[in-house]
């Protein structure tokens, strides 16, 4: 088990308050991604769902000072890099600069969700933050403020930030419409042992996608009936990335396999991978979970799709 402790600590003050978050994190059930801009930021369409499987974030508020703490197997063996890269760090200060508060933070981070997996573990992280911080505020900021900082912080984390389970997202994940929850379903994750750089699957997709091409992907016409039940959903489910993450590694092609033959009623890569995720009518017996790993050559996590974001937890 792994613990970074960055040098700018501080003790924190007695009784200060505090709060826990159970950090969701997503999967992308479709993911298409569209023009690019002429800032470079490439347009998406996506319908995001949380899951069971969750970070644990810890987040006290102090007079000054800030520290972040991360542990858990979750962590790749060469470290998470500078604190300050860090999006939870990120989303903190942020928050301190937007609300003039607090004078100091404390953040303890249980890593369980796998980091560059495309289940947006960093992402769900931030959101946590935002969110816990938002709740111990005694002047909250207004939502529409909160969630202009999770745009800041990249696509995933406005959804991750949300009150929402379900929610269709497009432009830079900044427009957001939220869903009512399907309910929960079983659904197993297998994990490469490595993981994909956001950037390198966009660069992978743009040289599959030659410039000279005159009509760019456009969003679809999506009717709400469509995302109100899992046969509406199954039959949406895609992910522009698979392709060519899969190119490249043919384990991501191997894992959709496995899940399509053990009976998974859709399954896809999600965001810009590793991992692919299968959704289940029942979940898969302890042996066929064993043969999905052995055939797949992927670790295997199962957990279910979520009917409610978990509330954040004050005191402590």
């Not at 604190?83 to 942020?94: H, I, Q, T």
Request: glycine content about 10%.
């Amino acid at each position: 088990m792994t613990q970074r402790r960055p040098t700018r600590r501080e003790h924190p003050v007695r009784g200060a308050p505090g709060a826990r978050v159970a950090a969701q994190a997503k999967i992308n059930l479709f993911l298409r991604i569209l023009a690019r801009e002429s800032s470079g930021y490439h347009q998406l369409e996506t319908l995001f769902a949380r899951i069971e499987l969750a970070d644990e974030v810890s987040v006290r508020v102090r007079e000054n000072g800030r520290s972040l703490d991360v542990v858990g197997p979750a962590i790749p063996a060469a470290g998470l890099g500078p604190v300050e890269s860090n999006l939870a760090w990120r989303a903190a200060v942020l928050y301190q600069e937007a609300a003039g508060w607090p004078g100091g933070f404390e953040i303890a981070i249980a890593k369980t969700i796998p980091v560059g997996g495309g289940l947006g573990g960093g992402s769900a992280d931030a959101g946590a933050v935002l969110r816990a911080l938002n709740a111990l505020n005694p002047d909250p900021l207004p939502q529409h403020r909160l969630f202009a900082l999770s745009s800041a912080l990249g696509a995933d984390v406005p959804f991750l930030a949300a009150e929402s389970p379900l929610a269709l997202a497009w432009g830079r994940g900044e427009r957001m419409m939220a869903f009512p929850a399907l309910p929960a379903r079983d659904v197993a994750l297998l994990i490469p042992p490595f993981g994909v750089a956001t950037a390198d699957a966009f660069r992978w997709l743009a040289e599959a996608r030659p410039e000279r091409e005159t009509t760019p992907p456009q969003p679809r016409m999506l009717f709400p009936q469509q995302l109100t039940s899992w046969g509406g959903v199954e039959r949406l489910v895609a992910n522009d990335f698979e392709p060519v993450v899969g190119a490249r590694h043919p384990v991501v092609a191997s894992a959709h396999e496995a899940l399509s033959r053990l009976g998974a009623a859709a399954a896809r890569m999600t965001g810009s991978g590793s991992t692919v995720f299968g959704l289940f009518d029942a979940s898969p017996n302890d042996a066929d979970v064993a043969a999905l790993a052995d055939e797949s050559g992927c670790a295997v996590v199962m957990t279910r799709t979520a009917e409610r974001v978990v509330a954040v937890e004050r005191g402590g």
